[in-house]
Nanobody, 130 residues
Framework: QVQLVETGGGLVQAGGSLRLSCAASGRTFSSYAMGWFRQGPGKEREFVAAISWNSDVTYYPDSVKGRFTISRDNTKSTVYLQMNSLSPEDTAVYSC???????????????????????WGQGTQVTVSS
């Protein structure tokens, strides 16, 4: 098991920035590829960013590319999401995940984990006002 706790959400004006953090405990954090996902009101969960176990590979969808940056500090067992140029369309609950081997491979980020399951945090609300 990996336990994940997200922090850093809040209310921000359009054009502003936020930095989310996801602190991990339990199994060896550094082995896992990590991802950020979001779910807006009335929407399905959407992939936002992923990073390999050693930070050598990151991957973003077009909707956030150039605005969001994922990073990690394995010494602190923490993954971050820096979000810039926010718009109301970015309003959502943001969750981090320790990715299963299959999902890491599907996203093209390397992993040392062998788990078949993803591990999820509880999420943090990000609200962007216009």
């Amino acid at each position: 098991q990996v336990q994940l706790v997200e922090t850093g959400g809040g209310l921000v004006q359009a054009g502003g920035s936020l930095r989310l953090s996801c602190a991990a405990s339990g199994r060896t954090f550094s082995s896992y590829a990590m991802g950020w996902f979001r779910q807006g009101p009335g929407k399905e969960r959407e992939f936002v960013a992923a990073i390999s176990w050693n930070s050598d590979v990151t991957y973003y969808p077009d909707s956030v590319k150039g605005r969001f940056t994922i990073s990690r500090d394995n010494t602190k067992s923490t993954v971050y999401l820096q979000m810039n140029s926010l718009s109301p369309e970015d309003t959502a609950v943001y969750s981090c995940a320790a990715l299963s081997r299959a999902n890491a491979q599907a996203l093209g980020v390397t992993t040392r984990a062998t788990d078949e399951n993803d591990y999820w945090g509880q999420g943090t609300q990000v609200t962007v006002s216009s």
